[in-house]
């Protein structure tokens, strides 16, 4: 999630509905032949349909922080059931902090993009209930009581260690790099592969 995550699959389908032509219409196609039985095919169908006609943004979205926020939530999820150390995963939560703070402005900048990111993962029809959610957290977390008014969002960071690299050889995974990764993403794997 670090390295490429949920934003790879949202760019292509984005570079797919930019390009238009025969490719989406096909791609379309059987999307639609496969919704009858497929709630993966809806979802991807709907989530076509909301890049076409730019809902909410999305086509401007910087999809990267719904990845750096499950990045942090999976790490920790994994520290508290014993899969993974606990330095590991706050030199994680460091290391997306810093990302974050190379692609946002604030933390109000953050959320709302969190948002329109959460909603177009979630590709379900629009719910009000969900958008509530949404809307309710999002207050939460930045009311004057809120976490994020208690952390200022460009605090200096410490560097991360890249202890993830060290837990991801001992299981054996690797990272790529792609030319259109940002500078970070490229350092990562960089980083990775010196390291291996």
Same mark, same amino acid.
Request: hydrophobic share 40%; proline share 2%; glycine share 4%.
């Given at each position: 999630?670090?390295?490429?995550?949920?934003?790879?699959? $949202?760019?292509?389908?984005?570079?797919?509905?930019?390009?238009?032509?025969?490719?989406?219409?096909?791609?379309?196609?059987?999307?639609?032949?496969?919704?009858?039985?497929?709630?993966?095919?809806?979802?991807?169908?709907?989530?076509?349909?909301?890049?076409?006609?730019?809902?909410?943004?999305?086509?401007?979205?910087?999809?990267?922080? $719904?990845?750096?926020?499950?990045?942090?939530?999976?790490?920790?999820?994994?520290?508290?059931?014993?899969?993974?150390?606990?330095?590991?995963?706050?030199?994680?939560?460091?290391?997306?902090?810093?990302?974050?703070?190379?692609?946002?402005?604030?933390?109000?900048?953050?959320?709302?993009?969190?948002?329109?990111?959460?909603?177009? $993962?979630?590709?379900?029809?629009?719910?009000?209930?969900?958008?509530?959610?949404?809307?309710?957290?999002?207050?939460?977390?930045?009311?004057?009581?809120?976490?994020?008014?208690?952390?200022?969002?460009?605090?200096?960071?410490?560097?991360?260690?890249?202890?993830?690299?060290?837990?991801?050889?001992?299981?054996?995974?690797?990272?790529?790099?792609?030319?259109?990764?940002?500078?970070?993403?490229?350092?990562?794997?960089?980083?990775?592969?010196?390291?291996?």
């Amino acid at each position: 999630m670090l390295s490429h995550g949920h934003r790879s699959d $949202w760019q292509r389908s984005r570079e797919l509905v930019n390009a238009g032509g025969a490719a989406l219409a096909q791609q379309r196609k059987v999307l639609v032949s496969r919704a009858r039985t497929s709630e993966e095919a809806r979802e991807e169908l709907l989530s076509l349909r909301r890049l076409q006609r730019n809902e909410r943004g999305v086509q401007e979205l910087d999809f990267l922080v $719904w990845d750096l926020s499950r990045a942090v939530m999976v790490a920790r999820s994994a520290a508290t059931c014993g899969f993974l150390d606990q330095r590991v995963a706050q030199d994680v939560a460091l290391q997306a902090a810093s990302y974050a703070q190379q692609n946002y402005g604030s933390w109000d900048e953050f959320a709302k993009a969190f948002d329109t990111a959460r909603w177009f $993962w979630r590709a379900q029809q629009d719910s009000a209930l969900d958008d509530a959610h949404d809307v309710h957290r999002t207050q939460v977390l930045t009311s004057l009581e809120g976490p994020f008014a208690q952390v200022d969002f460009n605090a200096p960071v410490p560097t991360s260690q890249l202890l993830l690299l060290e837990a991801a050889r001992e299981l054996g995974l690797s990272l790529r790099a792609d030319e259109e990764d940002r500078d970070w993403q490229r350092a990562l794997v960089v980083a990775a592969r010196s390291r291996t």
